[in-house]
């Protein structure tokens, strides 16, 4: 970890930190999962795996999540499957803002990116 007193960087990298704590919030960057299979449903269980393990570093959980973004690589063949494996990963009666939107992503493998951000 490194930061400054009110700021707590996690995994942080010459690009990025892939948590970061400030002001009572939690910010996770971008979580893909191209090694997490060639289908939505196994690269967005992954990913959510991944935002679990982050959410954790960063002192909460995913019932603190006030907003997702979601991108797809193909929202109209994907969205169905990664709904699916959302729906069952998010606390009932505690889904955050989310946003879903179509993107060219880091490669051809990757169908689906998320970002976050969680009260601590």
Known sequence: MSGTADITRIET???????V???G???LS???AAEGGADIGSQTRKVL????AFLAMGGTDKSRLLRVEI????VERDVAGMN???????PKGGAPARACGESRLAGPAVLVEMIATAAA
């Open 49 to 52: 795996e991944k935002m679990d």
């Open 25 to 27: 919030l939690v910010y």
């Open 30 to 32: 971008g979580i893909t």
């Open 13 to 19: 990298t010459e690009r990025l930190s892939r948590v």
């Open 84 to 90: 699916e494996v959302w729906n069952a990963w998010t």
């Open 71 to 74: 991108w797809l690589r193909d």
């Open 21 to 23: 704590k400030h002001g």
